[in-house]
């Protein structure tokens, strides 16, 4: 093909339809025929196939909704951090999109996206295209490497994974773990904020502890935290620390890891190397690259700023963004992509009609984290529009659990089951 | 995008819509999303937390208020109910009452 992708978003900045240039309609092939409305949702996380079901859901089934997913399967992040302590196999979190195939007619592209065009409202993928009324971009994050020497996508499937997408890498993560020898240092580095789940890497840290606990108890967990202090949960993660693994985990705040070096699992601070047996560095976090693709990324270049009553990006109208990508004072977390989703698909189906979106959305979001084989605690928060600041504010009343428990533990799994169903089943 | 193609995408979508489903309260539907989480989708759960779907609206109201004023303790329903109006209870408990297990 002689034009490139390049000439193409350009010459589509000009103005020129897809339609109008025999070359590239002839390279591209529309990949399912248009033939009412429809909705396109890129990403089938926690947000995407959430919001792909339920726009079928609540509109009745009248809204062709085609998802663009990468992945075979769904793998459930929150949660992954049990296959590290042992309680969780990967395949328990492990779901397949059939479901959403079958019951809610939802048509599935195993696909990337290499290119959107907002005026002409197609997503271009590299074996065809297709068009949109609506699209919703659910990308979740995608890691920055460039502060950190040493370090890339490469050589984090290789050696230094993140795994903080769950899959392969955390089947890898915990391999290395179970090879670690007994006395070795388990480290976790966790990038400056904001980042995807904010409890997550001390709950890591404390599925990393319990499995050493009671298999290498000689070893120990060092936390090198880019931020000044526990962002998320600190005293009942402290107290976890203290009182399950006492003398086994050290929180070291102000510490961003600025290198590594991958063959000997050495990881580069302002003000040391720290050398261990088992290295896993969480980089800092954007939204996912797809993206920039329509320039939807308008905080710092990173972050995607959107209309809260209808998560429409303030880039583009007809194109909507949910999940750990968007730009707010809200937890990124499962639960919040979920409920974003629900607040998106709504607007949608009245926008689509002509009608007025809800113009009090709030928002629910409850957060398990799991310390150990049994217990776990929470926080828990309401989220209101407030009209004066166009953005979700905190409601009354909010907290943390006033202690872990094993009752929590085993809330949180049922918080698991019942998510799960509520996106994928 | 012309808006005379803007004008047909509208009329399409409500002449597509037009029928017998006024009858949810989207706001209460709204409302209700994200307990799904935790209590199932439209309230059926699949397990631990209870059942919300078919609930009897005094029952629903009673106990979230119960949770909002302390005199039913909890792990975390005190600090969901906190954040909510009594008015949004009673479009909640109407929300799920109305919920059938399917």
Known sequence: ?425 | MIPYRKLLVVIAGFLLFTSAHAEVDKHARGLAASCSACHGTDGMSEGGMPELAGLDRMLFIKSMKDFKSGARPATVMHQHAKGYTDEEFELLADFFAAQKRH
């Open chain 1, 1 to 425: 093909m002689s034009f490139s992708r390049r000439d193409f978003i350009k010459a589509s900045a000009a103005g020129i339809a897809i339609g109008t240039f025999p070359g590239l309609a002839f390279a591209s092939s529309e990949l399912i025929k248009k033939k009412g409305l429809r909705v396109v949702v890129v990403g089938g996380g926690f947000g995407g196939a959430t919001a792909a079901k339920y726009i079928r859901k609540w509109g009745n089934n009248k809204i062709e909704v085609v998802l663009i997913e990468r992945n075979p399967v769904f793998i459930s992040c929150p949660m992954s951090n049990t296959v590290l302590g042992g309680s969780r196999t990967i395949e328990d979190l492990t779901l397949s999109y059939n479901v959403l195939k079958k019951k809610y007619g939802i048509k599935l592209i195993k696909g990337e996206v290499t290119a959107i065009d907002p005026d002409n409202q197609t997503v271009m993928l590299a074996k065809g295209h297709i068009q949109y009324d609506r699209l919703i971009v659910s990308p979740g994050v995608d890691f920055m490497y460039d502060g950190i020497e040493g370090l890339n996508a490469k050589v984090a499937d290789a050696s230094i994974p993140h795994a903080w997408k769950a899959g392969a890498q955390t089947v890898k993560l915990r391999k290395q773990l179970v090879a670690m020898p007994d006395g070795g240092v388990f480290a976790i580095s966790i990038p400056k904020g904001p980042y995807r789940c904010p409890p997550g890497p001390y709950e890591r840290a404390c599925q990393v502890a319990y499995y050493l606990k009671n298999n290498k108890p000689k070893s120990k967990v060092l936390i090198l935290d880019a931020n000044p202090d526990i962002t998320s949960k600190k005293g009942l993660f402290m107290a976890a620390w203290n009182e399950l693994y006492p003398g086994m985990v050290e929180y070291r705040p102000n510490s961003m890891v600025t290198g590594v070096n991958a063959a000997t699992r050495t990881a580069k601070t302002e003000f040391e190397d720290v050398k261990a047996d088992v290295l896993n560095v969480i980089p800092p976090m954007r939204s996912g690259v797809v993206a920039d693709m329509a320039g939807l990324a308008t905080v710092d270049a990173r972050w995607c700023g959107v209309n809260f009553l209808t998560y429409e990006s303030k880039a583009h109208r007809n194109i909507h963004v949910i999940g750990d990508a968007v730009s707010a004072a809200l937890p990124k977390s499962g639960h919040m992509a979920t409920s974003q989703a629900k607040i998106a698909a709504a607007a949608i189906i009245e926008m689509l009609q002509g009608e007025r979106p809800d113009q009090n959305p709030t928002i629910a979001n409850t957060c398990y984290s799991v310390v150990s084989d049994k217990e776990a605690m929470h926080v828990a928060n309401v989220y209101r529009y407030n009209a004066e600041k166009q953005a979700m504010v905190s409601a009354e009343g909010g907290g943390v659990s006033a202690s872990r428990s094993e009752l929590e533990g085993a809330f949180a799994g049922y918080w698991l089951k019942n998510i799960l169903n509520d996106v994928l089943l």
